[in-house]
């Protein structure tokens, strides 16, 4: 029964040696770091003085402890030191196990020449709560110095141990000051102590001053008892340690160097600065990022709107539509080629191409001049039925034009109808022309040419915007000066009735000027400003974030402004060239809401919008181009805005939305086509005054009013139309016909 | 009789400097003669003092000496500067004005009291 127990008691034991005593030979057991040293050259005293002190540890600690001790121990003892001395040096375990753990060293117990006495009192010192173990060695060190050398000097370990007193405040103060020597001589009861330690750590002074004010307030409290006064009433008398630390602290700092003092006041100036600074950074971002625009019309949806108020049986774009979607990519790609041809009839080299083309694609030729045929162009962006015939004219998925996104921050329309009707539609209408001519089909070709200039009258109604009446009107000059070619170089073409019909349809086109004081650009500004501004529904708002990414998309396509808008976010050159979004970046961030308050407010800025486009207006449809006074009114206007940091900021929109180039002289083309359709009117009437009389009139006035009703004006000249009759055929003179354009033409 | 704050703000520092007229002084010792030779009306505690004290040192109207006393401990004594004793001059003639203007408007008796427990 005990065979079992006494051999699983072994093996345990077996298990339990350390391995550095199985290799020994040796079964020993469970061994305790003392045991597991060499300690036959101590003696016992010796070896159980460190048992004393190392069973106070535990762990990595106790084992490194009784390493190190024994090792110090025997080199001591081989030194010639004597065993009763090493015991004496060693016989206050439990105050020399405390400061091991404190400092985590041990060669100072056995270096120190201090009597164990005092290992007390110097672990009350040291050993402090919440210290460091590098604060609790430099401090360890110190006190044993400051004793050692009051020890030799004569004073006896227990002087030394009544000077400390309770040493806990004391220990605390020696913490603070990081000084021994000068504190040691004050020996306080620990109330007055503590008391003279609160008001120094209150103080956060430096350690010097810390020392100096340590030193005054022990010196006071010393004399205090000195005088008879007990503890309690000197402590009474301090008044109160928070209140003398305030004012310790502000009188001290007043005795610091007026450097440090300078530089503390520019950095709390600093820090005060910067706190303002960022809450109101922070009040603003806030505000501004708040800011959302109200969005309360849609152009796109009014003119939508507009179109399916036209009766379906009137509007001409579902038959153009089916036109145009008979034209397939492969179609559109041999149109390209041949579109030149079709404007030349058969002086072009391609001509028979072109009439091939005109003959393959007669059916949509047809769906074409049926749709002239209708009184209104009635085209509406967000129409599904679009989509086959976007997705043939941008070769790609069909979308939805003009979409009615609200976060959209893209301000250009899309024209895409614009650019079929004028580049698909009207040179084959034109082609379709000169083919009737070469083959003296006069019926069809008064009707193509009635088809074309109906084509004109769709085309106007495109949009309210100023490129499409600009537009129509740049065509109908030019289809006016076609008739006009054919009435000098083919008059017999047409009898008199079909040229009638062609007079009166040409009559009827008129040539308009864009005015933004009606609805043209104006709508445009108040479109920009409802997508950038709140409204506050007074007229008035405040920018937004929204605005800016309007801003970033109008600059994206003019590196003059884009240039504008990263100076004002301080976008540096490289960056900027690199990184097209000055709203990515990181100082757009800091600044966007300081900039946004320093732009103008909705009505202040399209106030000058409109100013500004005023301006504009009065330069693009000045027809005298040596007078430049409305340029430069303008671009003064633009400059002065530029030129000044503050109003560059304030206007920034209208900077980046209004052109910073010279208005365009396209604009004043329209008086120029104005003259064009004039005289092909008065071409006209003059041939059927031959017809009549024989011969061509000597004035306009002798068309009038039987073939006209009244003399055209030259607005070149703010004077009739100059008109004479040259070897036997009419010639009308005006500085719009001598532009190089109708010389070529 | 306790002084309002403001009017000791005022007495503090001149009856400091007045003290330290007669020889150099340490804090304990000012504090008693404060409250012994003005029978306690401008009694201060010592977490007044000292600051007092550096706020007088950080003007150059004092100065500060660490010495040791006879006990063997040491102390630190503030004496006078001559910037001091100039401030001293000018402070004094101060309050003798205020003071006469006081008697003249009757708030302060034509010969004063005596104070209780030191000169005035």
Not at chain 1, 38 to 54: F, G, H, Q
């Amino acid at each position: 029964m005990n065979a079992p127990a006494s051999s699983d008691h072994r093996w345990r034991k077996v298990l339990q040696t350390p391995v550095s005593q199985l290799l020994r030979g040796h079964i020993t057991g469970a061994q305790t770091p003392l045991e597991r040293l060499d300690t036959s050259s101590l003696p016992d005293r010796v070896v159980e003085a460190i048992r004393a002190i190392t069973t106070q540890l535990s762990g990595r600690c106790r084992s490194k402890t009784a390493r190190q001790l024994v090792k110090s121990c025997k080199a001591l003892l081989l030194e010639g030191c004597a065993e009763a001395q090493l015991v004496e040096q060693l016989s206050e375990p439990v105050s020399i196990a405390a400061l091991i753990r404190v400092t985590g060293k041990t060669d100072w117990v056995l270096n120190a020449r201090l009597p164990a006495r005092l290992w007390p009192t110097v672990h009350a010192l040291v050993g402090q709560k919440r210290v460091r173990k590098t604060a609790a060695r430099q401090m360890l060190s110190r006190i044993c110095r400051s004793l050692q050398w009051q020890w030799e000097a004569g004073k006896t370990p227990e002087t030394l141990i009544e000077t400390s007193g309770d040493t806990i405040a004391l220990g605390g103060l020696l913490y603070e000051t990081q000084s021994v020597a000068p504190l040691l001589d004050f020996s306080l009861p620990e109330s007055l102590m503590s008391v003279v330690l609160d008001v120094v750590k209150r103080t956060r002074l430096w350690r010097g001053e810390k020392l100096d004010t340590a030193c005054e307030l022990c010196a006071h409290f010393a004399d205090g008892l000195e005088k008879g006064e007990t503890e309690a009433a000197l402590i009474k008398s301090f008044g109160s340690s928070k209140t003398a630390a305030r004012l310790i602290r502000r009188a001290r700092l007043r005795n610091r160097p007026f450097a440090w003092r300078a530089w503390r006041k520019t950095w709390q100036t600093t820090a005060a600065i910067s706190v303002v600074v960022l809450v109101l950074w922070t009040i603003l971002t806030m505000r501004f990022m708040a800011a959302q625009p109200t969005v309360k019309f849609d152009i796109i949806q009014e003119v939508d709107d507009l179109s399916r108020s036209i009766p379906k049986q009137d509007r001409a774009w579902p038959l153009y539509r089916q036109g145009l979607t008979k034209l397939t990519p492969k179609a559109r790609e041999k149109f390209y080629e041949i579109r030149a041809a079709l404007g030349e009839g058969p002086a072009s080299e391609h001509w028979p191409e072109a009439k091939s083309f005109l003959t393959k694609h007669s059916d949509a030729l047809a769906l074409f001049l049926a749709a002239t045929s209708r009184p209104k162009l009635g085209f509406i962006n967000r129409d599904p039925e679009n989509s086959l015939w976007l997705q043939n004219q941008a070769h790609e998925a069909s979308y939805v034009l003009n979409s009615p996104d609200p976060t959209k921050t893209n301000m250009s329309i899309l024209l895409p109808q614009m650019q079929d009707l004028g580049f698909h539609v009207l040179p084959m209408l034109t082609g379709a022309i000169h083919l009737a001519v070469e083959q003296g089909d006069k019926e069809r070709c008064l009707h193509l040419q009635l088809a074309r200039l109906a084509l004109l009258n769709h085309y106007s109604q495109i949009g309210p915007y100023p490129i499409c009446q600009i537009a129509t009107n740049e065509l109908t000059g030019k289809i006016a000066q076609n008739i006009a070619k054919l009435v000098i170089e083919s008059p017999e073409f047409f009898d008199d009735q079909q040229w009638e019909t062609l007079f009166q349809k040409l009559l009827v086109t008129q040539i308009k000027k864009s005015d933004f004081r009606r609805v043209d650009e104006r709508i445009f500004i108040d479109d920009f400003l409802q997508k950038i501004y709140t409204d506050d529904g007074n007229g008035n708002g405040r920018f937004t974030p929204r605005g800016f990414q309007v801003l970033q998309n109008m600059v994206e396509f003019s590196s003059g402004r884009q240039a504008l808008f990263e100076s004002i976010f301080v976008v540096p050159p490289d960056l900027g060239r690199q990184q097209t979004d000055v709203t990515e970046t990181t100082t757009f961030d800091v600044l966007s809401a300081p900039v946004a308050t320093m732009i103008a407010d909705r009505k202040e800025l399209q106030k000058e919008l409109l100013y500004l486009n005023e301006l504009v207006w009065k330069a693009r449809t000045n027809l005298n181009s040596e007078d430049t006074s409305a340029e430069n009114a303008y671009l003064t206007e633009y400059q002065r805005l530029m030129d000044s940091p503050h109003l560059r900021v304030k206007y920034l929109p209208a900077l980046i939305f209004m052109t910073d180039e010279l208005p365009s002289y396209l604009w004043s083309h329209t008086e120029r086509h104005q003259v064009r359709r004039d005289a092909a009117l008065v071409l006209i009437a003059a041939e059927r005054y031959r017809r009549q009389h024989g011969q061509f009139p000597e004035t306009i006035a002798e068309l009038v009013p039987k073939y006209l009703a009244k003399v055209p004006v030259d607005p070149y000249t703010s004077k009739p139309l100059q008109y004479s009759v040259k070897d036997g055929r009419p010639v009308i003179d005006s500085e719009a016909l001598r532009h190089p354009e109708d010389k070529t033409d | 009789m306790r002084v309002e704050r403001e009017l000791m703000r005022g007495a503090g520092p001149v009856a400091v400097l007045k003290l330290l007229e007669e020889g150099a002084k340490y804090g304990y010792e000012l504090v008693e003669a404060l409250s012994k030779q003005t029978g306690g009306i401008l009694d201060m505690g010592q977490s007044t003092l000292y600051p007092l004290l550096y706020n007088l040192q950080s003007q150059g109207l004092i100065r500060p000496n660490w010495q040791e006393s006879e006990s063997g401990r040491k102390r630190k004594y503030y004496s006078l500067t001559a910037k001091g004793k100039k401030r001293l001059a000018g402070d004094t003639a101060q309050w003798v004005a205020v003071a006469t203007a006081m008697q003249s408007l009757g708030i302060l008796p034509h010969v004063p009291p005596r104070l209780r427990g030191g000169e005035a």
